[in-house]
């Protein structure tokens, strides 16, 4: 069965307040049809706020917010999100979700993920300054690169390749980062940077490269799972909802961030490989390859701004995490499936990249 959430319910806590303790009552979630995108979406409409989803389904799905189409709270805007965005009712935030976040996608859309770092960000970051709008930029933990420095805090500098395979989106993020700051300082942007470290759950594609949908796809259809490298590299997932809560937490605080977002339960690749193997009941075996270029041997955040200033802390476990995601990808396997057990891990995933698009609303009108 399609993911439909129960709208006449949150099924995530939605911070009371924006600054200065106004509710939130309009928002635009650029990015919103991306993995990430809509689960922030589906957390605000089912708790009352308006929103307008821009994404010009470069990355992201229209399934992925088909279900909001019946919401009077829902507007989306097919349209590059690089595209201002005229006519719009006030706005009380914008959210930056928008970005390919895949390592299948950095090779064909290696412009399109530097522009939604700049040109996109840009953008948006013109329309809060017009709407006096609270504005959230959905860093990486990418901007720390292959960190030299375990676990990663906000005030680490980083270790990133610039002309390397993952530069484009590296890069891309440092640039945006550096932006929103600049417009905090000169134009007094009441922003947030809240850097995402890897981030799973339902409505991942399939098809897009990092470990958890692959490892489960490649599982589910019993295929040996491709481990580059030694398999001891680290990774520490949080799944979605709990990053939900944290980006809107972020937005309700006032604070300017970076702020680290994800779970500090740190695991290994061949760990998680055969932890999806057991709960997927699969006899699946490991198949070992050379290590990925420029690949992070260790990701962890330390997320104690995350629980000074935004009282946060994952709350699902990795057992419960993944049997959600498996369940989801098991109800929604594909037709056809390309090298489904391979996996070169990376970051969260907040889709969607800027290029060429059309522009139309869908599911209730446009009313903003």
Not at 21 to 37: H, M, S
Not at 309 to 338: C, N
Request: net charge negative; proline share 7%.
């Amino acid at each position: 069965m399609p993911d439909e959430p129960d709208l006449t319910r949150p099924h995530v806590a939605l911070p009371p307040a924006t600054r200065a303790g106004k509710p939130l009552t309009r928002v635009l979630a650029a990015g919103g049809a991306g993995f990430v995108g809509s689960h922030v979406c589906d957390a605000l409409v089912a708790n009352g706020v308006h929103v307008v989803c821009v994404d010009n389904l470069v990355t992201g799905r229209p399934e992925n917010v088909a279900h909001l189409a019946k919401s009077p709270l829902f507007t989306f805007l097919e349209q590059d999100a690089a595209v201002p965005t005229a006519g719009l009712a006030p706005l009380d935030a914008v959210l930056h979700l928008a970005s390919p976040a895949s390592p299948q996608d950095f090779d064909r859309l290696s412009v399109e993920t530097l522009q939604a770092g700049s040109h996109v960000t840009h953008t948006l970051l013109n329309l809060a300054v017009e709407h006096g709008a609270r504005f959230l930029l959905a860093s990486t933990s990418e901007v720390y690169g292959d960190a030299l420095e375990h676990p990663q805090r906000e005030d680490y500098w980083g270790n990133v390749n610039p002309i390397g395979p993952r530069s484009v989106y590296d890069e891309g993020k440092r640039y945006a980062e550096s932006l929103v700051t600049a417009y905090r300082h000169r134009h007094g942007v009441d922003s947030v940077i809240v850097r995402i470290f890897n981030t799973y759950g339902p409505r991942m594609r399939p098809d897009d490269g990092r470990c958890v949908p692959n490892f489960i796809t490649g599982a589910l259809a019993q295929d040996a799972l491709t481990i580059h490298g030694d398999g001891k590299q680290t990774r520490s997932l949080c799944f979605v909802d709990d990053l939900v809560r944290g980006l809107l937490a972020a937005v309700a605080s006032g604070h300017h961030g970076p702020i680290n977002l994800g779970n500090p339960d740190e695991d290994t690749i061949v760990n998680l490989a055969q932890r999806i193997i057991t709960l997927c009941g699969s006899s699946s075996s490991m198949r070992f390859v050379g290590a990925a270029p420029d690949d992070p041997r260790q990701r962890c955040p330390d997320t104690s701004v995350a629980r000074k200033v935004l009282d946060w802390s994952p709350q699902v476990d990795k057992e419960e995490g993944l049997a959600r995601t498996i369940e989801w990808f098991r109800s929604h396997r594909p037709a056809g499936r390309a090298d489904a057990g391979e996996a070169r891990e990376h970051d969260h995933g907040h889709d969607r990249g800027p290029g060429q698009a059309h522009t139309h609303a869908e599911g209730a009108k446009a009313r903003s």
